[in-house]
């Protein structure tokens, strides 16, 4: 019997759907809680050929939630371990992990091979930087993050508004599942729903996911959803940008102590605390480049600045993903 004959008996999917999901190429950044439910999903459905990037290796404490690894894989590379368990799932399909960080260039070289790219990274520097990429492409990106008890998943760019038409401004929060910590099920259920919106974007059902977003809320088990397809695109965006990207040209600003990062991210990059951003002398014409960890710190002390510095700003962060 073929494999997939109980999706095929839909009348959404059939011959034609199933052809389509063979022939389908998705790129997946993160192999983290989110990749979780959602490789195995893809993989279990046919998806052609799938590509997972992720630095990390799996530790005892991802192991709550990112139930595609087991203890023995504790200190394997991430992208690796999830490939194989995809590869397990499906032979028929093409699997390949690939253990490295997004950056500005690899996004482009990876994203103008695939038809799809889901976001399960976990990183404000990773979901802007890919969608970004995505819009610049015309790609349709599935993005998701969850924290705590609750969290959204959303599809932009392909068609609809991007990351930033929906979420403009610098997130609030500083937190991170790292810090403030996040239950198995509820990244189960994003990536799941992650899921879904990439094969509903695959087989070209309707409506289409992109330009929508559902929030899930766990404490109530509770659920909300709208459109955002008016949602127009930010005049101004703050780029992120690889150390690498940087010249002698720039204005570098690190913003980290030396506590945190004895080693500024390049070394021509003056230290500046936040709070110290006005003793930055103007300089027309110059790019002004804004480092920290994740990214944040750097996009709100560009919200601030923005009016002072005509240049160029862009952003670097240490980790995107």
Known sequence: MNRYARQMILPEVGQGGQDRLAAARVLVVGAGGLAAPLLPLLAGAGVGAITIMD????????????????ESDCGRPKAEVAAERCRAINSEGVHHGTNRSITPENVVQNGQKVDLILDCADSYAASYLLSDACLALGKPLITASALGMSGYVAGVCGGAPSLRALFP??????????TAGVLGPVV??????????????LLGLSPSPLGQLVQFDAATL???????????????????????????????IELRDTVEAPVPLHPKAQRLAPADLTKIETNRGKRLALCCATGLRAWRAAEEISTRWPGEIVL???RTS
């Open 55 to 70: 630095p990390d290796t799996v530790e005892l404490t991802n192991l709550h939630r990112q139930t595609l690894f087991t």
């Open 316 to 318: 670097v962060a240490a």
């Open 222 to 252: 509770r659920s909300t959803s709208f459109r955002f397809d008016e949602a127009h695109e930010p005049q101004r965006v703050f780029s992120f940008v690889s150390p690498s990207d940087l010249t002698g040209e720039d204005t570098i």
């Open 188 to 201: 189960g259920i994003l990536g799941s729903m992650q899921a879904q919106m990439a094969l509903s974007v």
């Open 169 to 178: 401004d610098a997130p609030d929060g500083t937190a991170t599942c790292a």
